[in-house]
């Protein structure tokens, strides 16, 4: 009952910045909050509750605000260096004629108008174009980086699409250099390319650096809820920026958004992502179709997938569930298309000798 209830705070709590009342909210003792926080903080989402917290008068249980006061401080330090790094990777990467974009983190936060410090970062995130992988590569070797041999293998290369650079000098932010943009497992856009196609041009510390434009932000972001709920992992700040982004499109921006989408062929991914919208931030954005769980399950699935009591679908079936579906036969040659990659990124991973660090990354 502790993690049913804990969710259904953060829940509440969070959809009271799209302008719902906080009202309902449990009375709170020490060890609920306490469960609030930490559900909140795997979540990313400690900054807004803790404001949210503060709001209605419940205070921080004294023996774990050392914790959340030294979370909040590394969160300020660890960004502001990941911010460095942006800057100095995208020098070298422009000096070095790769197109490419800083993605993620408080790169995105600065796009999205968001607070830069909401969320604590451990890397920095690049996508470049599949053909200048290689090369991108290179030319962050050539700054003091490296790729350790446990990422060095085709099931990251090829299958992930990323390679994880370590710095020589370990006081500097490690980099996930990306050519794709969706894991195995989950539906892919049709045209990975076309994610560098509207470059946004953003100012980190007096520099210009590139991110990703609106439309492929929103994609993007659609596709990290998707990913988080497959591979198990807590996707409230993920829930919590499409919301946003959904909440700040007027009509117009919209129906171009979700023209996006159709033509990327993750339509089915998008009302998946909307349904956990609606579901954790009780946002009004229109008729939501049920996914085939109950929405109880599925915020246990977006806020505590470590649950032990959940009873989650498996990939496959979830799969099933998140291809596109305009006509029978198309799900049919969709899901089969997915799942022999999903199959063949496992064969992969399995005799390549990185099955210590499991099916899911980050």
Not at 102 to 127: M, S, Y
Not at 217 to 227: D, E, G, Y
């Amino acid at each position: 009952m502790t993690e049913v209830a804990a969710r259904g705070v953060v829940a509440q709590l969070v959809r009271s910045e799209f302008g719902r009342e906080l009202n309902g909210i449990p009375s709170l003792d020490a060890d609920l909050t306490r469960d609030v926080i930490r559900v909140a903080q795997n979540n990313k989402l400690l900054k807004p509750v803790l404001k949210r917290l503060e709001a209605v008068g419940v205070p921080v249980p004294g023996d774990v605000q050392p914790d959340v006061a030294t979370y909040l401080g590394k969160t300020m330090k660890n960004n502001a260096r990941a911010l460095a790094a942006v800057r100095e990777v995208a020098k070298t990467l422009s000096d070095a004629g790769v197109e490419h974009v800083a993605f993620k983190g408080p790169v995105r936060q600065i796009a999205l108008k968001q607070d830069v410090f909401e969320r604590p970062v451990t890397d920095v995130d690049i996508l470049v174009k599949e053909d200048d992988f290689g090369r991108a590569t290179e030319a962050l070797e050539g700054i003091g980086y490296y790729v350790p041999s446990i990422c060095d293998s085709p099931w990251w290369r090829h299958y992930l699409g990323e390679h994880h650079l370590f710095a020589n000098d370990r006081r500097r932010f490690a980099v996930d250099l990306h050519h794709r943009t969706q894991q195995p497992s989950c539906p892919r856009p049709r045209h990975q390319g076309a994610m560098l196609d509207d470059p946004r041009w953003i100012d980190v510390g007096g520099q210009q650096v590139a991110t990703l434009g609106t439309t492929s932000t929103f994609l993007h972001t659609i596709m990290s809820v998707v990913k988080g709920l497959v591979n198990h992992e807590p996707t409230g700040a993920h829930v919590m920026d499409l919301a946003r982004q959904l909440h700040a499109a007027d009509e117009r921006q919209l129906a171009d958004l979700e023209r996006a989408v159709k033509e990327q062929g993750i339509e089915k991914s998008y009302a998946v992502a909307r349904r956990a919208v609606m579901v954790m931030t009780g946002l009004d954005i229109g008729p939501t179709r049920p996914w085939f769980i109950s929405d109880e399950l599925l915020l246990a699935m977006l806020l505590t997938p470590d649950d032990p009591a959940l009873r989650v679908p498996q990939r496959r079936r979830m799969l099933w569930h998140l291809v596109d579906d305009e006509t029978p036969l198309a799900r049919i040659s969709n899901f089969a298309r997915e799942f022999a990659w999903m199959a063949a990124a496992e064969f992969s991973r399995r005799t390549h000798d990185v099955s210590g660090l499991g099916a899911q990354t980050k």
